[in-house]
Structure formats: structure tokens, C-alpha cells
């Protein structure tokens, strides 16, 4: 199971800090990240993780690249997102994902930004931001 938390609405310029926990199943080898959905537009990958990576195995979408982190520094089995300078455009409903596979079975060898290829996701947690 994946629990988001963290979302919340604020102005335009703010920051704001989503925190994924996992329960039930461990991802210590595995692909897991963040996702969105805006009203009335499809989803979007926001930044994916190897969760026992580096810190370097990290891959952000390029309409996010700059303004969203996942940090190096964070607990096992959680997956967080940092989300700064938020705009407007950045209102969505913002989703934890794993992908159950461990990552040594991955093609390429890295994560990928296609929600296709997790499985595992959480309800979602809101984000709204005001100008």
C-alpha cells in the first residue's frame, strides 16, 4: 500500500513537500516516483527514483525539471517530492508509484517516467496552487 501526504493549497511562489510511505511491501530494489494529474488533462511523470540507487539513478520530466526533487536523504520505504516556485499550472493531483518489478529485471536499467510500468499506486494527494 502507498499513503501520500504533504499536498495542500498555497500561493503561487511557495513550496511544498509530498512524502510517500509504503506499507505491506518492501521496494528496496525497485522503481518508485511521482506522478500527477491536472483537471481535465491527462497524467504526467513528474520524477522517478531507483530506491536503492546512488542518489544519481533520479529522472525528472522536463516540463518539471528545476522547480521538483526527490531528495537522497530519505527514510526507507518512502519516497519523497519536493515541489518549489509552484505555479498555478502545477494545481493536480499528485500520486505515488512503485513498480514491483526489482530493478535488475528494468530494460535499460533505469527507471522510466511510464506510468505503464507501475503497478503499484497510491490514492493521491492534492495540490492546489493559488496566483
Known amino acids: 500500500q502507498l499513503v501520500e501526504s504533504g499536498g495542500a493549497s498555497v500561493q503561487a511562489g511557495g513550496s511544498l513537500r509530498l512524502s510517500c510511505l509504503a506499507s505491506?511491501?518492501?521496494?528496496?530494489?525497485?522503481?518508485m516516483g511521482w506522478f500527477r494529474q491536472a483537471p481535465g488533462k491527462e497524467g504526467e511523470g513528474g520524477a522517478v527514483?531507483?530506491?536503492?540507487?546512488?542518489?544519481?539513478?533520479?529522472y525528472y520530466a522536463d516540463a518539471m525539471k528545476g522547480s521538483v526533487t526527490i531528495p537522497r536523504d530519505h527514510a526507507q520505504n518512502t519516497v519523497v517530492l519536493e515541489i518549489n516556485s509552484l505555479k498555478p499550472e502545477d494545481t493536480a493531483i499528485y500520486y505515488c508509484?512503485?513498480?514491483?518489478?526489482?530493478?535488475?529485471?528494468?530494460?535499460?536499467?533505469?527507471?522510466?517516467?511510464?506510468?505503464?510500468?507501475?503497478?503499484?499506486w497510491g490514492q493521491g494527494t492534492q495540490v492546489t496552487v493559488s496566483s
Open positions: 508509484a512503485a513498480n514491483s518489478q526489482p530493478f535488475l529485471f528494468v530494460p535499460g536499467g533505469r527507471c522510466h517516467l511510464v506510468e505503464d510500468e507501475y503497478d503499484r
Open positions: 505491506g511491501d518492501t521496494y528496496r530494489e525497485n522503481c
Open positions: 527514483v531507483h530506491t536503492a540507487g546512488s542518489g544519481t539513478n533520479v
